[in-house]
């Protein structure tokens, strides 16, 4: 059973950069971030391959920032210029293989929320 558990979210002014964290129980190939605001659909925000090759969704280049240190089986994303839209439960997610929008990742973490607010 593999468990990712998510850290760094909490309330943040705009502008103010904040970094999240996630930490698997196992090393897996590909690792993303996701994000849910209230009365939205889940949506990717960017993921990165054991290679450290990373990938950002179209809407989410230049504010977001995906790297991961594969000794720790940690990921992390940089919420670089945070909006107030980018208010939302941000999950961790994990899978063996490389997973290509519309397919989900297999495992997830509980999510952690942040809140943009001055």
């Known amino acids: 059973q593999v468990t990712l558990v998510e850290s760094g979210g909490g309330f943040v002014q705009p502008g103010r950069r904040l970094r999240l964290s996630c930490t698997a129980s196992?090393?897996?190939?590909?690792m993303a971030w996701y994000r849910q605001a209230p009365g939205k659909q889940r949506e990717l925000v960017a993921s990165?391959?054991?290679?450290?090759?990373?990938y950002y969704a179209p809407s989410m280049v230049n504010r977001f920032t995906i790297s991961r240190v594969n000794s720790r089986k940690s990921v992390y994303l940089s919420i670089e210029h945070p909006e107030p839209d980018d208010t939302a439960v941000y999950y961790c997610a994990a899978d063996s293989q490389r997973i290509t929008p519309p397919q989900m990742p297999t495992f997830w973490g509980q999510g952690t929320q942040v809140t943009v607010s001055s």
């Open positions: 990165i391959t054991e290679a450290l090759s990373p």
């Open positions: 196992q090393s897996l190939y590909f």
